[in-house]
T-cell receptor
Framework: GAGVSQSPSNKVTEKGKDVELRCDPI?????LYWYRQRLGQGLEFLIY????????KSGLPSDRFSAERTGESVSTLTIQRTQQEDSAVYLC?????????????FGPGTRLLVL | QKEVEQNSGPLSVPEGAIASLNCTYS??????FFWYRQYSGKSPELIMS????GDKEDGRFTAQLNKASQYVSLLIRDSQPSDSATYLC???????????FGTGTRLQVTL
């Protein structure tokens, strides 16, 4: 079946602009996660959704970052007033349920470059 | 101290050899452990998961977990050039759903 999809695959923006990143999880997966990966680094957790609620937002680096999920499906990560340090690959993952041990499947990522 | 630590490498092994990748974690209540493989410019893909002390084998891959030593490793037998990638160790702690990742170890399998 279809995996996790993300759009756009690449985004170049100017400092100070807002950007929206989209994630379509695997159908039926109730848990959705956003991670960020800076060049040469591991993945940093940003936010986790169970259904349309976000019980863990602890990884959002500042109030410029926000995310929502609707219909227990699509999620959008919004970065306002982008800064150069926001440049990274933003990865979305989904899992069948947020249980310990449940496998997270990753999308291809959105590569964001802030000039 | 980082929550999940890995040697960044590169770890270079000849084709056919055993590659040994190591990971230590700081939180004793960590419950679930994962190894992801990430090719350059691609997203991570799950290789192995392990939850109990001991070894877990899947084909050429063996994951080893020692909770007393807070250590998890991945062995790749008969290494192939196609195994050349960055291997990310990830840990799920307590009731949290998020994964905490190490920075990854870059593996190079040489001909």
């Amino acid at each position: 079946g279809a995996g996790v999809s993300q759009s756009p695959s690449n985004k170049v923006t100017e400092k100070g602009k807002d950007v929206e990143l989209r994630c379509d999880p695997i159908s039926g997966h109730t848990a959705l996660y956003w991670y960020r990966q800076r060049l040469g680094q591991g993945l940093e957790f940003l936010i986790y959704f169970q259904g349309n609620s976000a019980p863990d937002k602890s990884g959002l680096p500042s109030d410029r970052f926000s995310a929502e999920r609707t219909g227990e499906s699509v999620s959008t990560l919004t970065i306002q007033r982008t800064q150069q340090e926001d440049s990274a690959v933003y990865l979305c993952a989904s899992s069948l349920a947020p249980l310990a041990g449940e496998t997270q499947y990753f999308g291809p990522g959105t590569r964001l470059l802030v000039l | 101290q980082k929550e999940v630590e890995q040697n960044s490498g590169p770890l270079s092994v000849p084709e056919g050899a055993i590659a040994s990748l190591n990971c230590t974690y700081s939180d004793r209540v960590s419950q679930s452990f994962f190894w992801y493989r990430q090719y350059s410019g691609k997203s991570p893909e799950l290789i192995m998961s392990i939850y109990s002390n001991g070894d877990k084998e899947d084909g050429r891959f063996t994951a080893q977990l020692n909770k007393a030593s807070q250590y998890v490793s991945l062995l790749i037998r008969d290494s192939q050039p196609s195994d050349s990638a960055t291997y990310l160790c990830a840990v799920r702690t307590g009731t949290a759903s998020k994964l905490t990742f190490g920075t990854g170890t870059r593996l190079q399998v040489t001909l």
